[in-house]
């Protein structure tokens, strides 16, 4: 019986016009520009700007990894200026579903909602492993986040 997906949302407020955060996530290269410590994107594959139906393949690299993985993600919905949502065709994760939702807060101020659905892979096995793996979710969002907030804020 698989286990119930995990929801983690976590959300940001940026010193940047809403529709400045929102192109800077139709572009997957700068994945790299904000991905977390001991994570690195060797390769991205896809067209720019992300549209509904795009296939975009990621490799990374995270320590202690010695290969990269590679993540393969179909555009699900693309909403200018409010949302993308991707969904994993491949990953290490059973289900893996992220909606990015950004909301203008004023003229130059925006919050960005990362909403990720995700199930791990070994059932049960995989399930005791599930808050390790929220926590390490946790911390990578944060940090992309944090990147995020200085890169668009400088």
Same mark, same amino acid.
């Given at each position: ?5 995990? &929801?983690?949302?976590? =959300? +940001? *407020? ?6 400045? @955060?929102? %192109? ?48 393969? &993600?179909?555009?699900? =919905? +693309? *909403? ?6 991707? @969904?994993? %065709? ?65």
């Amino acid at each position: 019986m698989p286990t119930r997906p995990a &929801v983690l949302e976590r =959300s +940001v *407020e940026i010193a940047a016009p809403v529709e400045a @955060v929102f %192109e800077f996530h139709l572009d997957p290269r700068n994945a790299a520009l904000i991905a977390p410590a001991g994570t690195r994107v060797v390769s991205v594959e896809g067209a720019v700007p992300l549209e509904a139906g795009h296939v975009v393949t990621l490799r990374m690299s995270a320590r202690p990894l010695p290969v990269a993985v590679a993540w393969t &993600v179909r555009i699900e =919905s +693309v *909403e200018p200026g409010r949302r993308i949502v991707d @969904v994993a %065709e491949r990953s290490p994760f059973a289900l893996w579903r992220h909606e990015h939702i950004f909301r203008a807060l004023g003229p130059d101020r925006a919050l960005l909602t990362d909403r990720v659905t995700y199930r791990l892979r070994g059932g049960r096995l995989g399930a005791l492993a599930g808050r390790l793996v929220g926590r390490r979710l946790e911390a990578a969002f944060s940090e992309r986040h944090r990147r995020t907030r200085e890169l668009l804020e400088a």
